[in-house]
Nanobody
Framework: QVQLAESGGGSVQAGGSLRLTCAAS????????MGWYRQAPGKEREFVAG????????IYADSVKGRFTVSRSNYENTVYLQMNSLKPEDTGIYYC???????????????WGQGTQVTVSS
């Protein structure tokens, strides 16, 4: 079992930055693909970014490319999401995800965090 705990959310103005952290416990993140999803009020959960277990392959939603960066430290059992040039449409609850296979299909993700709120005001 893996327990995931997100932190780092908050309220910022448009153009600002936040760094989200996902800390894992229960087992090592080594060999797990990791990712970030978000859910805005009244909308479905959507994929934001993903990273393979070695950290050398990343993928991003088109809406965040060039602004967000996902990274990981298997030594620290932690995954990060650096968010720059934030926009009001980035507002939502951000969830950390982990899976031995892929995190690109939310219905197949094994492990989820509880989420952290990000609010971007214009």
């Amino acid at each position: 079992q893996v327990q995931l705990a997100e932190s780092g959310g908050g309220s910022v103005q448009a153009g600002g930055s936040l760094r989200l952290t996902c800390a894992a416990s229960g087992r090592t993140l080594r060999s797990l693909a990791m990712g970030w999803y978000r859910q805005a009020p009244g909308k479905e959960r959507e994929f934001v970014a993903g990273i393979n277990w070695t950290g050398d392959n990343t993928i991003y939603a088109d809406s965040v490319k060039g602004r967000f960066t996902v990274s990981r430290s298997n030594y620290e059992n932690t995954v990060y999401l650096q968010m720059n040039s934030l926009k009001p449409e980035d507002t939502g609850i951000y969830y950390c995800a982990a899976d031995p296979g892929t995190v690109l299909v939310p219905s197949k993700v094994d492990y989820w965090g509880q989420g952290t709120q990000v609010t971007v005001s214009s």
